[in-house]
T-cell receptor, first 117, second 113 residues
Framework: AQKVTQAQTEISVVEKEDVTLDCVYE???????LFWYKQPPSGELVFLIR??????QNEISGRYSWNFQKSTSSFNFTITASQVVDSAVYFC??????????????FGQGTRLTINP | DVKVTQSSRYLVKRTGEKVFLECVQD?????MFWYRQDPGLGLRLIYF???????EKGDIPEGYSVSREKKERFSLILESASTNQTSMYLC????????????FGQGTRLTVV
């Protein structure tokens, strides 16, 4: 079963529009961590934010904001006043414990975001 | 600057060849990972290692093996390459702890012909 689901495969908006990327996760852990990564056209994934399961406060960083809702198992990412440089593939990830007690990162399918001028 | 370096950016191999993808990190991280990235499927975990000589299967280990003889190096091995292993391969490393971020290499685009 998919542990992290990003239902939006591709999104295309015009510059300056706001856009929200959805992420729904599934875990049996009571303590867990969620992440967002950005993959620009160059290919290398870049860390954006982490959130732990006991902190449901939303976070804002410039034009970026994150809405974590434990009740719906969602961790959505909003870009306000989008810019062409925001064009990338965005991944949501969940840190979970493996069968042998190791920490692994499980990623969603990714959402390709295109911002048109 | 933290660094995860993959030995090749592009690779073309023939069906049936044994293929080695190398990854080196300079951050003294305990954990290292190999993912493959395919359109519509996101990043899928192949194998990961949480210590030297320790490894664990990910979600899609079939057709692959790994080696971690030294802490800084994690190798992915395709025992007998097949065309369905044509993909982008991403290596990552991560310190201990569930809240730590992973650092990624630039990726290796492997084409098996």
């Amino acid at each position: 079963a998919q542990k992290v689901t990003q239902a939006q495969t591709e999104i295309s908006v015009v510059e300056k529009e706001d856009v929200t990327l959805d992420c729904v996760y599934e875990t049996r852990d009571t303590t867990y961590y969620l992440f967002w990564y950005k993959q620009p056209p160059s290919g290398e994934l870049v860390f954006l934010i982490r959130r732990n399961s006991f902190d449901e406060q939303n976070e804002i960083s410039g034009r970026y904001s994150w809405n974590f809702q434990k009740s719906t198992s969602s961790f959505n990412f909003t870009i306000t006043a989008s810019q062409v440089v925001d064009s990338a593939v965005y991944f949501c990830a969940l840190s979970e414990i493996s069968n042998e007690g190791a920490q692994k990162l499980v990623f969603g399918q990714g959402t390709r975001l295109t911002i048109n001028p | 600057d933290v660094k995860v370096t993959q030995s090749s950016r592009y690779l073309v191999k023939r069906t049936g060849e044994k293929v080695f993808l190398e990854c080196v990190q300079d951050m003294d991280h305990e954990n290292m990972f190999w993912y493959r990235q395919d359109p519509g499927l996101g990043l899928r975990l192949i194998y990961f290692s949480y210590d030297v000589k320790m490894k664990e299967k990910g979600d899609i280990p079939e057709g692959y093996s790994v080696s971690r003889e030294k802490k800084e190096r994690f190798s992915l091995i395709l025992e007998s390459a097949s065309t369905n292993q044509t993909s982008m391969y991403l290596c990552a490393s991560r310190p201990q702890g569930p809240n730590t971020e992973a650092f990624f290499g630039q990726g290796t685009r492997l084409t098996v012909v």
